[in-house]
């Protein structure tokens, strides 16, 4: 693919993007930041500008006029598209997606015992509308077989590290030629065109699967009888249980992350928000989404541990029917302030979702050393003014 | 349906089967009872004469020969089937499923506060091969479209209750006719004719659903825009939070229940087992399991309170792919025992399926008022005896 990318290792960031200030940088070369946390529970799709940005790799320069996309492997045809070839070729479809990275909520597990990884708040999340053409229509033209030998679809991009190693990941074959799996191959993004953070010119979309999959700046299609042997997927999103170590985890008998548990965070207040007890009532916010296409079924919000929970009200996107819930859910409750409390109030959420699965309570629970799907009780706190 | 069944309000269990003095009985009328702990983890598939039994009416009586399936409702022929007719036109197929009780583990529950239902352990669970005819090529057989106007399949069955009406549940039209949903109306448990107590002579078996809507005795099949109307689908199997009381509860803000949740449980040692700590290590075995075909990925076990974990061992039947995982995990673990300790060890189990689900620590953070779906953390207590 030398004729779209053009880098060399003196200068592997040349084509770095401009990007908002208003990012919350978590690392400049690869670039990732987050959407700040006071913004993203404002509106249901994330601005293109403030979305989340999870690079794992210089951003990639692209030709869009010599950019290729090869489909090809096992029992499929090799065919090669121009992105216009691609755009003119197959039906348009838009679907309302949350894309999460693997990472949110580190900083979660960092705070019971060091882990590796970016320090990702509760922001490595946003939510769009995405277009493009269905990865279904582009393999079953193909002659891709759900029955066939092939097991998994491989995504190879335009970005690569300093040996020249193509950011690579795979999906089940199940997943990427289900009706009802929703991937695409999109081009736009909140109905415009995919800026170069998110894959310019061309990513994929794997709703209810982990933000490492869908990947960005896809060059090639590729069906194989066993998963992706990159990094991304062998090794760097496994989870294992508290007590692995690094230096001595079976990566073998780990399964690399697809779909994500079901998660939420608090976005209103922040913590450390000073509360003025005479108002007598706080007003929560947040987010909650579940991986697999999985609905919310329920948020609750505790002001005392646990003890009692308060049912939040919810926002969702209408469902593209039974497990096809892509987008996640906005949440909002008022609490009463209980009357005379004074000093430090923790506020806790977890969800519930459509399998009725939900979130366990404590961080150290969940820890693991790549720091990878925190999903315990989101906890802020905030002050209460003493009376007067 | 007076044809198939015959019973008078004075007599309406004169109809109940002989069952196996081995089944621990939670109650008599209607039949409910559950498999021996000590024998649900020794084989991968529970035996049918120990297959735990969850009746929510009288056994109704079936004349096979009168016998007749119907299929109709919203945009579908109305065809009826001969059991012989329905056998001999449609391909057979066989799964490994597990059915558990939505009440399953109740009794951990009830620990933290009274709830309303039979007191199950852990063992309203089993496994077997099913073998029937795909519910997909019945319903597209009858012109049933998965882009039509109905979005819901009831069962309704032959079981009624004192004033004549029928128990019935319904599914998502999605899970009834994909073609990787696994639903089958079966009339074969392990190799042998569907036993009276689970359905003879046709069950729906909805792999990765809850038990409830495994309709037994099924003579009624029926596409509809809603759900169905029964009390099973619109009150008795919802989940609320721990705060909410049953005179209060909106049942039409709550969900019903299909996919369950990443359970699992210790079948060895029992509770109150005395252990010898010169033996050095304790085996620790059980099942996990989780909803909607979703596969374990790990099972960890404490004898610390979580503070370290020990990854057990896993026995499982070959998926048929992402997502299509429809039978539990057995798991066995040897657990070290610290020198010296004694007196009353708690051992603790958790899974994490394949969504990187996992439990939640606390039976009070999931206990509901109809103490459902609980899948907290399970504990044992054993005795070390002092040394000497
Ligand atoms: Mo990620
Ligand atoms: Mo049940």
Not at 103 to 115: D, E, I, Q, W
Not at 172 to 193: C, Q, R, T, Y
Not at 315 to 327: I, R
């Amino acid at each position: 693919d030398k004729e779209t990318t053009s880098s060399s290792a003196d200068d592997v960031f040349a084509n770095e993007p401009e990007r908002s200030p208003l990012l919350n940088v978590k690392s400049q070369k690869p670039f990732n930041a987050e959407t700040p946390l006071s913004l993203l529970g404002d509106q249901f799709y994330t601005p293109n500008s403030i979305f989340f940005v999870r690079n794992h790799l210089p951003v990639p320069e692209v030709n869009v006029d010599a950019y290729k996309l090869r489909v090809g492997g096992m029992g499929v045809r090799n065919v090669t598209y121009t992105l216009r070839e691609l755009r003119d070729k197959y039906a348009h479809h838009m679907i309302s997606a949350t894309v999460q990275c693997a990472g949110n909520r580190r900083t979660g597990l960092s705070a019971v015992k060091v882990v590796r990884g970016l320090s990702w708040g509760q922001a490595a999340i946003g939510t769009a509308t995405w277009t493009g053409v269905r990865l279904r229509d582009v393999l079953l033209d193909a002659g891709c077989d759900v029955n066939g030998d092939a097991k998994h679809i491989e995504f190879e991009c335009l970005d690569k590290d300093m040996t020249g190693d193509a950011y690579a990941v795979s999906i089940p074959i199940e997943k990427a030629l289900s009706e009802d799996g929703g991937v695409l191959l999109v081009f736009e993004m909140n109905g415009k065109p995919l800026p170069p953070d998110h894959g310019y010119p061309l990513r994929v979309i794997v709703p209810g699967v982990a933000g490492a999959r869908n990947a960005k700046w896809v060059t090639k299609i590729i069906a194989k009888a066993s998963e992706s042997d990159s990094f991304w997927q062998q090794e760097d999103y496994k989870v294992f249980d508290p007590s692995s170590l690094p230096e001595t985890a079976d990566y073998s008998r780990a399964t690399s992350i697809q779909e994500t548990p079901v998660q939420s965070a608090i976005t209103e207040p922040a913590s450390g928000t000073v509360v003025d007890p005479d108002e007598e009532t706080v007003t929560v916010k947040g987010y909650a989404f579940s991986g697999g296409g999985r609905d919310i079924n329920r948020v609750d919000v505790t002001i005392d541990g646990g003890l009692t929970w308060h049912r939040a009200c919810l926002q969702q996107a209408k469902s593209e029917g039974f497990n096809k819930q892509w987008a996640w859910t906005l949440w909002e409750v008022d609490v009463d302030i209980p009357k005379g409390r004074t000093g430090s109030m923790e506020i806790a959420c977890r969800a519930v979702d459509s399998a009725n699965n939900t979130q366990p309570e404590k961080g150290e629970h969940v820890w693991n050393f790549r720091g990878l799907l925190n999903n315990s009780w989101h906890c802020v706190h905030v002050d209460l003014k003493g009376g007067d």
